[in-house]
Each structure stands twice: as structure tokens, then as C-alpha cells.
């Protein structure tokens, strides 16, 4: 078994920073890429960014800019530092990992979320 488990959300005002840490633990050989996805009320959850084992990185057009994701692989953490937030930004974030279980079996893991409210 595996788990995430999401940290750092909160209430902050437009134009302020936060940031988000995922920490995954559990039976896990080796995480391959991880994310972040967010998702409002009504709304389908989106790709946030995602970050490779490599340290390649991609970003939703909304954030690019803002936000940066980055990981550190020894602690199987991965962290979303977001600045220059807006309103639009408030939603419930959720960390993601493609964590191989084993050498031949990989399987797609979510945290349970944490709440960011950006509000004037």
C-alpha cells in the first residue's frame, strides 16, 4: 500500500504564496512522474503540473509562471510553490505519483487533498 499525503494549503490573499508539499510512503520501489491536480466546485479536476524523476517539468498555461513544482526524490516528496496567487486559483489540490511498486507493476496514487483559498 501506498500513500500520499498532501500539506501547506490554506487561506491567503490574491497576490500572496503558498507551498504545497506531498510526501508519498508506503511499499514503493521507485515514483516515476508526479503532479499536482487541482479541482473547484463543478468543475473536472486539471493537471496542475507534473515533474518527471528526471526533473522535467510541465505546466498547466494557467500557471506557468506562477507556480513551480519540484521534488526531492530521496524524501519521495514533491512540492508546489505557488506565488502571484488569484482567486481562481481556489480549489482543492491533490498530489499524484506513478509509483512502481515493483519492477514490472506500476500503479497511479492520489493524496486526499488540501484545501487553497485565495480570497480578497
Known amino acids: 500500500q501506498v500513500q500520499l499525503v498532501e500539506s501547506g494549503g490554506g487561506l491567503v490573499q490574491p497576490g500572496g504564496s503558498l507551498r504545497l508539499s506531498c510526501a508519498a510512503s508506503?511499499?514503493?520501489?521507485?515514483?516515476?512522474?508526479m503532479g499536482w491536480y487541482r479541482q473547484a466546485p463543478g468543475k473536472q479536476r486539471e493537471l496542475v503540473a507534473a515533474?518527471?524523476?528526471?526533473?522535467?517539468?510541465n505546466y498547466a498555461d494557467s500557471v506557468k509562471g506562477r507556480f513551480t513544482i519540484s521534488r526531492d526524490n530521496a524524501k519521495n516528496t514533491v512540492y508546489l510553490q505557488m506565488n502571484s496567487l488569484k482567486p481562481e486559483d481556489t480549489a482543492v489540490y491533490y498530489c499524484?505519483?506513478?509509483?512502481?511498486?515493483?519492477?514490472?507493476?506500476?500503479?497511479?496514487?492520489w493524496g486526499k487533498g488540501t484545501l487553497v483559498t485565495v480570497s480578497s
Open positions: 499524484n505519483a506513478d509509483v512502481l511498486r515493483g519492477p514490472h507493476y506500476g500503479m497511479d496514487y
Open positions: 508506503g511499499s514503493i520501489f521507485s515514483i516515476n512522474a
Open positions: 515533474i518527471t524523476s528526471g526533473g522535467s517539468t
